[in-house]
């Protein structure tokens, strides 16, 4: 009988990759919480409704990646697909909406899509992500964005800003009339999804990655240049915030973003160094979504990384904070490495071996044991009153007297 495998685009995540993933998520909310937002969890499944909803049935997502079936209790449900919409049914349910309060909430966890799988792209895959709840001002789409740079920052991880603006529910509409009209004069040489999406969300025909479609899709009327004032004005008070604050970025105006929720701020970062799967971050403002879901109608703005997009970008070296091993090479100085390991326990990881073991077998012991800092006491250091100290990342070897280690 053959071993049972982990299912197609699903992944352990252990050894060096488990160090990065848990480096990140660590940092990365220290940074979130820098910027105000706490700490949020909500289920892994929902109603298969709230994503038809929020996503959108013109989606890929809905449309052909949902993880959907029919639970004991005859409900429908689905394995999410993304975060936000699980926040969102959470902010009204719990009637922040009607009390209008601010919430700005971060969180990192599984998605499931079924997707193809390759490179950068998993069934099974994480998201950290941040959702700000009751906040209008073009500042706040701003200071998501800082915050997405401050982690890519923190992490050295290069990356380049895509911008654009969607438009709103008055400047969207006439857009939309003005791109179909155009897009119905070179229908036939699309491919059959741009078909399908002019009639469903035909913004969403901007976005195809096919070439022939896309050199096609050129002269296209561009959003940008049919925003109202209110969204001109708001993107450009954004690009000049970002300015000022020294954060580089591209107008793409053919990012719609696949998901259907968005309005004004669309925005995604990218990497030239992870292959075809480049979107390492995603996000923008969806004022309309509470209001659509139910609630009160509630500015707000957010963002979702790709965990697994961006480990491969980070060196394990980065994440070694000091694991430190402490052993004697005579029994005399067990009683010594002991009290020095206990020590050490009150800030670092610290290993301790009871045994006296030679220098080789305790340098073994401890590189097992994933330390990189390895302390010894034999007789020579006994009689000096010293420690004998190995980098195990380095090798720097030295000989420190016991009081200053
Ligand atoms: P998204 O662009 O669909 O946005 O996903 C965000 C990020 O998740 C992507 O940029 C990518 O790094 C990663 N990702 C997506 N699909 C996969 C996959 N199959 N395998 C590996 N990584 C993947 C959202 O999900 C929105 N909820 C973001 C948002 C939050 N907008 C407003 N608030």
């Known amino acids: 009988m053959s071993n049972i495998q982990s299912l197609r685009g699903m992944k352990d995540i252990i050894d060096d990759d488990s160090k990065l993933f848990t480096y990140f998520i660590e940092n990365a909310s220290k940074i979130a919480r820098n910027y105000g937002f706490s700490f949020i969890s909500t289920p892994i499944l929902e109603e298969t409704a709230l994503f038809k909803r929020s996503v959108g049935e013109s989606s890929d997502i809905v449309n052909k990646e949902m993880y959907q079936f029919i639970d004991k209790g005859e409900n429908d449900v689905c394995l999410r697909p993304e975060g936000t919409a699980g926040?969102?049914?959470?902010?009204?349910?719990?009637?922040?909406?009607?009390?209008?309060?601010?919430?700005?909430w971060y969180y990192s966890g599984s998605m499931f899509?079924?997707?193809?799988?390759?490179?950068?792209?998993?069934?099974?895959?994480?998201?950290?992500?941040?959702?700000?709840?009751?906040?209008?001002?073009?500042?706040?789409?701003?200071?998501?964005?800082?915050m997405i740079k401050d982690i890519f920052d923190f992490f050295?991880?290069?990356?380049?800003?895509l911008l654009n603006s969607l438009g709103c529910s008055s400047c969207m509409p006439p857009y939309k009339q003005t791109l179909v009209c155009k897009l119905e004069d070179i229908k036939e040489h699309l491919c059959e999804d741009c078909n399908k999406r002019i009639?469903?969300?035909?913004?969403?025909?901007?976005?195809?990655k096919i070439d022939n479609c896309k050199e096609l899709l050129k002269d296209m009327p561009k959003i940008t240049t049919n925003l109202c004032d209110d969204c001109n004005q708001d993107f450009d008070i954004l690009k000049d915030i970002l300015t000022k604050n020294n954060i580089s970025f591209e107008i793409d105006s053919n990012l719609v973003r696949g998901l259907d929720?968005?309005?004004?701020?669309?925005?995604?970062f990218v990497s030239s160094e992870i292959g075809s799967q480049s979107a390492m971050a995603g996000g923008g403002r969806y004022d309309k979504l509470v209001e659509f879901l139910g609630g009160k109608s509630t500015p707000a703005v957010g963002f979702?990384?790709?965990?697994?997009?961006?480990?491969?970008?980070?060196?394990?070296?980065?994440?070694q904070e000091n694991i430190y091993y402490f052993g004697a090479m005579t029994n005399d100085a067990i009683d010594k490495v002991f009290k020095k390991a206990l020590e050490y326990r009150k800030h670092n990881k610290a290993f301790v071996e009871y045994s006296p073991r030679s220098f080789i077998k305790h340098l073994n012991i401890a590189d097992k044991q994933g330390a990189n800092i390895v302390a010894l006491i034999g007789e020579d250091e006994l009689k000096n009153d010293t420690i004998f100290v190995k980098n195990l990342l380095t090798k720097e070897e030295t000989i420190i007297p016991f009081k200053d280690f």
Request: hydrophobic share 35%; glycine share 6%.
């Open 261 to 268: 929720y968005y309005n004004k701020t669309a925005f995604e």
């Open 304 to 319: 979702a990384i790709g965990i697994e997009r961006i480990l491969e970008l980070i060196k394990v070296s980065e994440t």
């Open 199 to 208: 009639l469903t969300n035909p913004i969403r025909v901007l976005d195809c």
């Open 113 to 146: 899509r079924y997707e193809r799988p390759q490179k950068g792209r998993l069934r099974q895959f994480h998201q950290f992500g941040a959702e700000s709840f009751g906040q209008s001002s073009v500042y706040e789409d701003a200071n998501i964005i800082m």
């Open 87 to 104: 926040v969102v049914r959470c902010f009204i349910q719990n009637k922040f909406d009607k009390a209008g309060t601010s919430k700005r």
């Open 156 to 161: 050295g991880i290069k990356y380049k800003l």
